[in-house]
Each structure stands twice: as C-alpha cells, then as structure tokens.
C-alpha cells in the first residue's frame, strides 16, 4: 500500500505566510491605534452633574466605565438639537482652544473654545423636539387641508420610539392633565405666530392634531440635520434637564429604515471670532447660555461635536433666559402659508388687496410679541384669498407693528387690543405693516415713501451743514449747475460761498420758475448761476435754493 508523505513547504508559500502574519498584525494595530485616539480631541466633554470634564481617552469599549455614562439612568430621553436653540453652557480649559477651519483658511478662522454643557429649558427641549418629530413623521393630511399633520398618539409612540421620552411624564412634571392640554399649552397663538406651528382638533374622531407651516420635503430636509443628545431630567427642578455627556449616533454601517444607533461621548465648544478678541473675555468656570450653531456627527477626531455660539446664528440678539436660567430657543422657519385649521376663517372684515395706506385707526388685537424681531404682530380682522395649488379658500393675514412705530412704552402682551394706522400693504407677499403714528391718515403710500425718503436725507444733510441754515436764508452766492431734472423745472446746483465766511454749502436743488425766469431756459452742468438760500426743501429733505440769473 502506497504511502502519502506531506509535501515540504516551498520558500514562496513561507513567505507567503510571512506576509499574512505581518499584515494581520498591521490591522490588528490599526484598529487599536483608533480605539485609543478617538477620543484625544483637546475639547472637553460635559459631565453636567459635578461640572467637570470627563476623561476623553477611553477607548470606545469603556465608555460604560467613564464618569458621564454612569449617569445615564433610564429617566433619561433625547433631545433633537437644531441650529437656534438654546442651551445652559460652562467654558472650560480656555487654553485648549483651537482653530475651527482648515490650514488654507486658517488665519481668519474662528475659534472653538472647550466647553460643557449644563442642561436645556424642559418646556422648550419637549416643544423642539414635538417640532422636529413632527416634520420628521408627519404626512400631508386630508383633516388639515393638505398640510402636513400628525396626531398627537402617534406623535407620542414615536416619542417614545425615537427619543425613549414619554410626553405623560412631561406633561405631570409641567402641570398639565393629559398629553393633548401640553400640546395645546406649547403651541399657543405666540408660538404659531413664530415657528407656524399650530394644534387643531380633527372633526371626524375628534382627535388632536398638530400641524406645521412647511411642506413636507421642507420639513423632511429642516429636521434631517438635528443632533440626538442626551438629557435627563433635575431632581430637584422640574423645569431643568440636565446633560449626561452623552450622545446618540447612527452607525456607518446601518442602513434601510431601521438604522442603528450608538451611545458616544460628546464634544462641546463655543464658536467665537478672531477679529474682536472674544477669546479673551471668557474665562474658564463662566457660565452663560448659549445658541447651538452646528451639530457634527463626526466633527471632533471622529467624535461627535457640538458647536456652540454666544450671539443668535441668524444675527439677532443673544440667547434668552439671563445669565441664572435655562433659557429659550427663538428660531423662526421659513415656512409658507397653513392650509387649514386655525388658519382657516370663513369670513373677514377687510380683505388685504382692499387695504390703503393712510386707513385707521382700526382696532387691532395683539397675537405676539416677537423680540427677535423687534416687532408685535397683530389682528386686524383681514384675511385673503388663498390659491387653488394651497387648497383655496381663505387665510388669515397677521400685521405687522415695529417697535419702532409704537408710542410710548412697549408694555403689549398677548391679547391686549390698541389702535394702528395701515402704514404698507404688500398684496404679492402677502403681509401689511401698521403703525400707531396717527400722523399717516389718509396718506398714499408714495406720500410716505417720500417722506422717508425725505427725513433720511434732512438728517444726512444736518450733518453736512456747518451753519444755521436761517442764519443764511436770503443770502445770495455764485453757483455752478451740477445737473438739470428731466422737465426743466429745476437742477442741481452747487453755492460757492467765500472763504472767509467759514463756512459751506451742500449742493441744493434750484427752482428756475421763479422771479420770472424762463421755464424753456436750458442749463448744462458746468454753467456758472447766482442763487438765492431759501432754506430746507421739507418734500425732497435737502437744501432749496432759487435761480436768479
């Protein structure tokens, strides 16, 4: 019987081998090299109960052993944070700041300073994340006239699916009864008139509903970009929820419509400019708050990064709350007009394409008063046809009082009633602008453009003028003509005033209709004229003067 003796190993399959060995061993330190650095980022993670930094140079299998997850507990839920809302914050170690952008850019780079976050206002964390559900989950709905909606049972499964929060635990920490009396609670007419979002009861099962001004690839691309960080609530607030330094994010490799998720540690900094030495005013310990500005999966060496900044991202004031409170978020959508609901009326009292400038006073009933911007917007019983592509029928038109059009004090709250003037009627987009300056009755709306236009140029000209202008009423001077107006009527001509009278003129407007003169009379620019000071043109807000010869 034949034997079979193992074949010897050739030189080429040893080294063969040699080579796997060695390249299984450089992946094996790879991967343990990216285990170790993932979290070595100099920006500091927020242990938001004893304040202080956890470690970021645990490897992502010790998470669970770090001084932040411990107290993660199962009271603890997700918030969806976009852009505008407004977080309590901690600067850390100022030292370890650093560039935001890349080295091309790097000299006008902002700068990200290390910092924790404490927590978020527990009313406005629940209505975000409402908000940021609903145009996540919701569909156009027949009961809301098209628009996108969503009821108030399935937006508290997906609460609870999504978030691990439950709406009846917010609602009994809050003081409300039910789930339905805290939605109707956190969108009232105020934060319908900011945000358009709005509750309503759906007639056929009487169910609440909740629906929102924006379309439905609006909302699907408004809500895509929220970051899912992790709260839980005070013990001894009900109206805080305090940061556990953790964050929810979704696996590379999940994909279809059930993605998978993994709790992170996460970054935190506040975005500050280079330019007006912001760095330097914050000190390590200060607390304030502060307006999320972009949330990056993968932002801090692979980590997620919040980023933070102390002014509004869209330019208009800072954060609310003060300097001891959680304070509020302010963002307003961008959003197009409701189909239905509370937005739907059957009959007005003014219909918006009638509106003149001028009309009032008219009696008008506040809805909102909006600090961000600066103005109170109010119901004046005018409504306007909607088109056929939105549902047709009829809408409900807000106005629109500055704080500057106001007399007096600023004291309107919510449902206080007051007089307005119509000051602007926009029929393309819409809206119209009141004021209580009962000066405009019964003017057009050119009239006032001019007068505006007027009143810039009389304070532009105050401020060239280097005399009393009635101390040189009647004075005559040498001119040279700059231009003629298209009529013939008058022309721009500069005074020549002498030297020694230490003073000048600005270039005024000449009337050549006067002491006799000739209206077919031509002037070119350049040509020499005598005029006469006559004072301030009120209508065309700069100096009148009168052309002699």
């Not at 999320?292 to 993968?298: D, F």
Request: net charge neutral; with cysteine.
């Amino acid at each position: 019987m034949m034997s079979f003796t193992p074949r010897a190993s050739t030189p080429l399959t040893s080294h063969l081998s040699a080579a796997m060995k060695s390249y299984l061993c450089y992946i094996i330190l790879c991967t343990l090299l990216r285990q170790t650095s993932a979290f070595t980022s100099p920006l500091t993670i927020t242990n938001a109960i004893d304040r202080r930094t956890a470690r970021r140079d645990v490897a992502m299998m010790d998470i669970s052993d770090s001084t932040v997850a411990d107290e993660a507990d199962n009271s603890s839920e997700l918030a969806l944070l976009l852009p505008g809302e407004t977080l309590r914050i901690q600067i850390g170690d100022v030292s370890a700041s650093r560039k935001a952008w890349k080295k091309r850019r790097r000299n006008s780079s902002p700068i990200l300073i290390p910092c924790s976050i404490l927590g978020i206002n527990r009313e406005w964390m629940v209505r975000w994340n409402v908000m940021t559900l609903l145009h996540q989950v919701g569909e156009e709905s027949p009961a809301a006239d098209g628009a996108v909606a969503v009821s108030s049972g399935k937006l508290g499964r997906a609460y609870k699916k999504r978030l691990g929060g439950d709406l009846q635990a917010h609602a009994d920490a809050l003081g409300y009864e039910s789930v339905e009396s805290l939605l109707q609670a956190l969108f009232d007419e105020r934060i319908q008139a900011e945000y358009g979002v709005s509750t309503f009861v759906e007639p056929t099962h009487g169910n609440l509903m909740l629906m929102t001004a924006l379309t439905r690839r609006q909302a699907r691309n408004f809500s895509k970009s929220a970051g899912m960080v992790q709260f839980r609530p005070e013990v001894d607030d009900n109206q805080k929820m305090i940061h556990t330094g953790l964050a929810s994010v979704r696996l590379s490799s999940s994909i279809g419509r059930m993605p998978k998720f993994t709790q992170e540690v996460l970054g935190a900094a506040l975005r500050v400019s280079p330019y007006d030495e912001a760095a330097e005013k914050y000190q390590q310990g200060d607390e304030f708050n502060a307006f999320v500005y972009a949330y990056e999966g993968a932002g801090d060496n692979e980590s997620p990064l919040l980023v933070l900044t102390a002014d509004d991202p869209r330019g208009k004031g800072t954060a609310l709350g003060g300097t001891g409170t959680f304070g509020s978020s302010t963002r307003v959508f961008k959003r197009r007009n409701n189909k239905g609901g509370n937005f739907q009326h059957d009959t007005y009292e003014r219909e918006l394409s009638n509106l003149t400038s001028g009309e009032g006073p008219i009696s008008a009933n506040v809805v909102a008063v909006s600090s961000h911007s600066n103005a109170v917007f109010v119901d004046c019983g005018v409504g306007r046809k909607r088109g056929k592509k939105y549902g047709g029928g009829t809408t409900k038109v807000l106005g629109m009082l500055r704080l500057e059009d106001i007399e007096g004090e600023m004291d309107f709250e919510a449902g206080d009633e007051i007089d307005v003037y119509i000051k602007a009627v926009s029929p393309q987009s819409g809206r119209f602008m009141v004021t209580q300056d009962s000066s405009i009755k019964n003017k057009k709306q050119k009239d006032l453009k001019m007068e505006k236009q007027a009143d810039k140029r009389k304070d532009k000209l105050s401020s060239k003028l280097s005399v009393d202008i009635t101390s040189v009423i009647g004075n005559e001077y040498d001119g040279v003509v700059k231009a003629q107006s298209k009529n013939g009527n008058w022309c721009y001509v500069q005074p020549i005033v002498g030297e020694g009278e230490g003073f000048d003129l600005p270039v005024g407007v000449a009337s050549i209709t006067l002491e006799g003169q000739d209206n077919d009379t031509s002037y070119s620019s350049g040509d020499s004229v005598r005029v006469r000071v006559e004072g301030i043109d009120e209508k065309r807000g700069q100096l009148s003067l009168t052309l002699l010869n």
